[in-house]
């Protein structure tokens, strides 16, 4: 096997992992093991998978309340994530944040983030910091759509281009902002030419395409850690659920969520790995593993002890006595 084939299915391995986690996460929120709400990213793997390839383990990222993907493809621990679900003791973040905070500050995996586009000023921040310590470490800040038509958005692009910050901000764009399609709520020629107004340079990919986002994303990695300040990438995908778990999206015509799980970015990936001469079977038990490896961590998850009481009281800003 080639290196280049090697890489591809290292790609497939992660895309696959990705989607069995949201698989087990969506199923165990809807059976009720895990509380809270679960908005998974079933669909968009080839985003998160694309762009944290070209990051090394120093960079960081910030994420969204769909971060289940940015998080595993950034090298984040799947089981401790799922523990963090399920609200258990072990978790990413002791089992206090759940599905949309999760964080792995070892992995470079600043958090996820259920205000939308809150994750943007803080990749700026992060971003701020890097410079002064003259780090060579760059941000990935993923927000979808909808973040564009709010405040943090402006701000974040000005700031990242007034000081050139060594930020690539990631546009996932699935079409709909929560329920409703970004085009009827999005003036103007949409998020690239919001960014380049602001003087970041923008770039679009088909965001089902893994390879693809690969490519560009390299290049746009490449100038950021070359010093030519932030960077623009505006993905179209498509997320197959609804926006949360328990969502049928009924807003969407069928044919057209037909015709977008019809362009999986994993079935295209081994189309490509096939005709690279990738035995299907080898591609079957990629697919398996990451099942059976997501489908362990639940298992653990429902096994797993509550946090102590105790545990509540750590984390927490102590600002002395009330009086």
């Known amino acids: ?23 087990e996460a969506v199923a165990a929120m809807r059976s009720g093991e895990a509380p809270g709400v679960v908005h998974p990213s079933i669909g968009q793997e080839a985003v998160a998978v694309g762009v944290c390839g070209n990051l090394r383990r120093a960079d960081r990222i910030t994420s969204t309340h769909r971060g289940h993907g940015h998080a595993i493809a950034k090298g984040a621990d ?42 943007i000023p803080i990749a700026c921040g992060a971003a701020q910091a890097i410079r002064l310590r003259k780090e060579e470490a760059i941000v990935a800040c993923f927000f979808g759509d909808g973040a564009v038509n709010r405040g943090p958005f402006l701000e974040g692009m000005n700031w990242a281009a007034l000081y050139r910050l060594p930020v690539l901000f990631v546009c ?17 020629a949409g998020p690239a030419a919001r960014a380049e107004a602001c003087g970041v340079p923008a770039s679009a990919v088909d965001g089902e395409d893994v390879l693809a986002v690969d490519a560009v994303a390299a290049e746009l990695v490449a100038r950021i850690r070359a010093g030519q300040g932030p960077q623009f990438l505006h993905a179209r995908c498509y997320r197959w ?55 362990a961590h639940r298992a653990a998850a429902l096994a797993a002890p509550w946090p102590p009481p105790e545990a509540a009281f750590s984390d927490v800003q102590d600002t002395g006595a009330p009086a």
């Open 172 to 188: 996932e764009d699935n079409g709909f902002a929560a329920f409703t399609r970004n085009s009827a709520v999005t003036a103007g």
């Open 241 to 295: 659920e609804g926006h949360t778990g328990t969502d049928a999206a009924a807003y969407r015509p069928a044919e057209e969520a037909a015709a977008a799980r019809g362009r999986d970015c994993i079935r295209r990936l081994a189309a490509l790995l096939e005709q690279a001469g990738v035995a299907p079977g080898e591609i079957a038990v990629v697919e398996a593993e990451a099942a059976a490896e997501m489908a």
């Open 1 to 23: 096997m080639s290196n280049e084939t090697a890489r591809r299915m290292a790609m497939l391995r992660d895309m696959a992992r990705i989607r069995a986690f949201e698989r």
């Open 78 to 119: 799947a089981r401790a994530m799922m523990l963090e679900l399920h609200g258990r003791a072990g978790g990413s973040c002791g089992g206090k944040g759940g599905s949309m905070h999760i964080a792995d500050f070892a992995v470079g995996m600043l958090g996820a983030n259920g205000v939308v586009g809150a994750g």
